[in-house]
């Protein structure tokens, strides 16, 4: 082999560092299509991979090393909250608190088998606090607990002890996880395409999902009265799109006085139309949709002008005509009905009633030009991590804490792109991405991020198991993922009734594990478990960076 040749992948250098990289995560994604009783675990094996390459000896410069997974990790964390983001906004509404008091008490039973573990064994509770990190894949709580024992001034070996227990315990973390899972899909009998099946039945994350009905107008009170009285009436924005009115089919002006006979299409969410039909009447035999007298014609608009995303959709001149309806807006898979405060975000899509001519309004004003959106605006995206580091980044102080604990640089990406999927266009700040863009930086993220973890930890394995400690710290860690894990899974499917998609956002937030979202995901075919995810996160993030330093300061 030429002395070049051999330097290149033995020498540490930015072009081994590449190399390194390319080989754990092309050699990490062949071996992922690999299946196990019909069973991939994917992505996953991009982190098994770096473990094997650390273990054989291959080494990369640790600085490029730190650098490449934090990196990876933004990426990965900053584009799930960018496409989960209104998904996420409206679970809060809906079961936010029940999510998260299930997450709250994986965190607290881990906490407490972590204890009755360190009461059972002669290791130290740093430890013991590094296993539990590791057992839940949660880098941020391994540098908690390592500040608090360098703040307790504890011995120099309890400090590299804490990593080396985190080191050999986070894989076994990762497959515990996705293990638990499978368990859990095996022991509810979960079939996949059932429960995708499911959840377009239930409209699961589309709860408001408008609804349209043609009604006859029989109120009394509302006849003679403009349209405009109607939506006076109601708590919720509905959309009149047609009216059948003097004999003919219109797309109706709020102004517009109100007759006997009349037919409204009403575009409502499910619970306000049950108010609609008490307020105007019954619903009509008439199909204003498909009759052949209508002139009138729908078509779906993508929002590509910059222009009119950063106004009121009440106060954009170009759609105040009266030639046409805005019907419905859908964002990321959401469906809502438009409203004069709503503020309109590039790559939404707004279905149009209207004339011939009214509808080529729209389309002017709104712009439906697809190639715009082919071409990412990465300055905002940026931006958004600049923040997002920042926010991870703010020592928040309790009382009686000696260390400040930080959200870190996952969880302060995740909770900005999570604020700016729903008010980014309020500070110009446009984070659309396609869906195959947005894929792209996701999967590029968590290769990133997975072969750093793996090429940092395998060197350390034969140092602990040399006198056999790497075993029982295993074992520890595997009860300590999956207790917790399969007692709330089984508690949230049996007795809160909770899809298995939605069990497997919940198991992997609860646990902050990237990689087990990645496979749920995967495994799933849609985003319901990312938003699930999204939902739990922020919190437990902050709940495991505590847990770990609590266990430090309180029992060492």
Aim: glycine fraction near 8%; charged fraction near 15%; proline fraction near 4%.
């Amino acid at each position: 082999m030429p002395a070049w040749l051999h330097d290149l992948f033995t020498k540490t250098s930015i072009a081994q560092s590449v190399i390194i990289y390319g080989l754990v995560i092309a050699s990490g994604i062949w071996m992922g299509r690999i299946k196990i009783a019909g069973i991939s675990l994917g992505i996953t094996w991009v982190l098994f991979a770096g473990l094997l390459f650390s273990y054989l000896g291959v080494e990369i410069d640790s600085s490029t090393e730190h650098f490449i997974k934090e990196f990876g990790l933004i990426l990965f964390v900053y584009s799930i909250g960018l496409q989960v983001g209104p998904g996420f906004w409206a679970s809060l509404k809906k079961n936010a608190m029940t999510n998260n008091l299930l997450a709250l008490g994986i965190v607290f039973t881990g906490v407490i088998i972590t204890v009755i573990l360190f009461s059972l064994s002669s290791n130290s509770i740093a430890v013991m606090a590094g296993v539990m990190s590791g057992a839940v894949t949660n880098t941020p709580g391994l540098a908690a607990a390592q500040a608090a024992v360098s703040d307790m001034h504890a011995a120099v070996a309890d400090k590299s002890l804490i990593t080396l227990a985190y080191a050999v315990t986070y894989p076994l973390g990762v497959f515990g996880i996705i293990g638990s899972l499978l368990l859990l899909k095996r022991i509810f009998r979960v079939n996949i395409e059932d429960e995708q099946e499911l959840h377009r039945k239930l409209g699961v994350l589309r709860a408001n999902r408008p609804v349209s009905l043609d009604l006859n107008l029989e109120n009394k009170q509302l006849i003679g009265q403009p349209l405009r009285k109607l939506f006076e009436l109601l708590k919720e924005p509905v959309v009149v799109s047609r009216m059948y009115h003097d004999g003919e089919i219109i797309t109706p002006t709020p102004d517009l006085i109100l007759k006997e006979n009349d037919v409204l299409l009403v575009v409502a969410s499910k619970q306000e139309m049950e108010q609609l039909k008490l307020l105007i009447g019954p619903p009509s035999a008439m199909n204003l949709k498909t009759a052949k007298e209508s002139d009138l014609i729908s078509r779906m608009i993508v929002v590509t002008r910059t222009a009119v995303t950063h106004k009121r959709l009440g106060d954009i001149p170009e759609l105040h005509q009266q030639d046409f309806t805005l019907t419905r807006l859908s964002r990321a898979g959401i469906e809502m009905v438009p409203h004069g405060d709503i503020f309109l975000q590039l790559g939404d899509t707004i279905k149009v009633v209207g004339t011939e001519e009214g509808v080529q309004l729209v389309t002017a004003a709104l712009g439906n030009s697809l190639k715009k959106l082919e071409v990412p605006d990465l300055a905002p995206i940026f931006m958004g991590i600049v923040l997002g580091v920042i926010l991870g980044s703010i020592p928040f102080h309790f009382p009686n804490m000696p260390v400040a604990v930080k959200i870190g640089m996952a969880g302060g990406p995740l909770i900005i792109a999570l604020t700016l999927s729903r008010f980014g266009n309020l500070f110009y700040l446009n984070n659309y991405t396609t869906n195959s863009a947005n894929l792209m930086i996701r999967e590029l993220g968590i290769s990133l991020f997975l072969a750093s973890v793996g090429l940092s930890s395998g060197k350390n394995l034969s140092v602990a198991f040399a006198d056999g400690r790497g075993w029982v710290w295993i074992g520890m860690g595997i009860i300590i993922t999956v207790v917790p894990l399969l007692l709330v899974g089984f508690i949230a499917r049996k007795y809160f009734k909770k899809t298995y998609f939605e069990v497997c956002g919940l198991l992997a937030g609860a646990s902050t594990d990237p990689p087990a979202l990645a496979f749920a995901t995967k495994l799933a075919g849609n985003d319901i478990p990312s938003v699930t995810y999204a939902t739990v996160y922020p919190l437990t993030m902050i709940l495991r960076i505590v847990a770990a330093q609590l266990l430090i300061l309180l029992l060492m």
